[in-house]
């Protein structure tokens, strides 16, 4: 009888070994950041001068009307033009929670476990339910989410391949890598510049889900207006610096891959602006600094080179997603708007969803899920399905 014992013990053991550890890569706001002040100036006298490490990104209180005036203040970057260098803001200091963990992105506001906040949970959990330990073989790679791989932050790449391998080295088995939105610029930037014997020897497979790999065209809007993201009275305008202050906003603008250089993004009563045209574009919103940035990040990092390695792309469609503005008023970007819509995701459009099957990846599979918007799909109780059978959970 001890020996059926024993027998089952090490099937079940061996079954345990044989998972795949996984590895989660956020989206843009995908994961938490801390801030910490000691300012001089406010721009208003019920903002903090001085604060002990809190959390900046996600708190909904401080995206309340007023309250957020000082948040925009606390989490946008300064542009240095002579260095091409991006800072915080004066008196600020940032750090990213959790790395290595997943307390950084499973919910969003600690406070608030429902709806969007709960941003990864549902998989986390499922992969818990099979015995994934969070923290353990099931982490994160959270960033701040503000920069871009221009600058790459905090040694971001090497940082998150060493995650990688340590996963490898822990559990024996290759990682099951999982990013969502704008993650999915980062995983692709790293993975298909990374040595093939790397790929192959620590990653499983790549599960981008919801990827922004070419950018989308309601960046143009964000830069022009700003994009209040549907908060109650907030408008674009209050939240426009702020939004144009990150340097991983021009990452997500339409790539010159998926966007034919005729067709017209933005148009004006004195002009039109296909991708052809940001840097006049940046100029033309009284943003100067834009054309600079732009510039020097083209030719970096918006390449979209096969991956190379077994790809599972994830995704929403049949939600009316922005594909082009007009402006009706002449010099006017905050007023007389109007939008045209296509396929996507509600945030992404589907040729940048799908840029993999553009640009003719060998080894990528995509499977598009009706009805699922950008973040709602994360909790799609089919991908969580997939994702399990993946990393043999």
């Known amino acids: ?8 013990a090490s099937i079940v053991s061996l079954a345990v070994a044989q998972q795949s550890p996984v590895l989660i890569i956020p989206g843009t706001g995908g994961n938490r950041l801390e801030a910490r002040l000691d300012k001089s100036e406010v721009p208003h006298f019920y903002c903090s001068k001085k604060a002990d490490w809190y959390d900046l990104w996600l708190d909904v209180k401080q995206l309340l009307p007023g309250a957020i005036d000082c948040w925009c203040e606390n989490i946008k970057l300064l542009y240095d033009a002579e260095t091409s260098t991006f800072s915080n803001n004066k008196g600020v ?9 997943v307390c950084g992105i499973e919910y969003l506001d600690p406070s608030l476990k429902i709806g969007d906040s709960a941003y990864f ?6 992969f818990a339910d099979k015995g994934y330990v969070r923290g353990e073989n099931i982490v994160s790679a959270p960033y701040d989410f503000r920069y871009s791989a221009h600058s790459n932050k905090d040694d971001y790449v090497n940082a998150t391949m060493t995650l990688a391998e340590d996963l490898y080295e822990k559990t024996g088995q290759k990682v099951l890598w999982v990013s969502h939105s704008m993650g999915g610029l980062w995983s692709h930037y790293i993975l298909s510049k990374a040595d093939q014997a790397w790929k192959d020897k620590y990653i499983e497979a790549w599960v981008p889900v919801a990827p ?3 950018g989308t065209a309601n960046e143009m809007k964000l830069f022009a207006s700003g994009n209040n993201e ?4 907030v408008s674009g305008k209050t939240v426009r610096e702020e939004q144009r202050s990150y340097e991983s906003n021009f990452w997500l603008l339409p790539s010159l891959y998926l966007w034919d250089e005729n067709e017209v993004l933005v148009t004006t009563p004195s002009r039109s602006y296909t991708s052809k045209d940001f840097a ?3 100029v033309d919103i009284g943003f100067p600094d834009g054309k600079q940035i732009y510039e020097a990040m083209k030719n970096e990092v918006y390449g979209l080179e096969d991956p190379g390695l077994p790809t599972f792309v994830r995704y929403g469609v049949g939600q009316e997603t922005p594909a082009s503005y007009e402006y009706t008023k002449a010099g006017d970007w905050d007023n007389g708007l109007k939008q045209t819509n296509e396929d996507g995701d509600g945030t992404v459009n589907r040729r940048s969803l799908e840029a993999g099957l553009a640009m003719k990846w060998e080894n990528a599979d995509h499977k598009a899920f009706d009805g699922e918007d950008h973040t709602s799909v994360l909790k799609n109780k089919d991908l969580i399905a997939e994702l399990l059978e993946l990393a043999n959970a």
């Open 230 to 233: 549907g908060i109650p009275g």
């Open 93 to 101: 200091e940032t750090r990213v929670p959790c790395y290595g963990d």
């Open 121 to 126: 949970h549902d998989i986390i959990q499922a």
């Open 1 to 8: 009888m001890n020996g059926i014992f024993i027998i089952m």
């Open 280 to 282: 006049d574009f940046f």
């Open 212 to 214: 922004a790999y070419g």
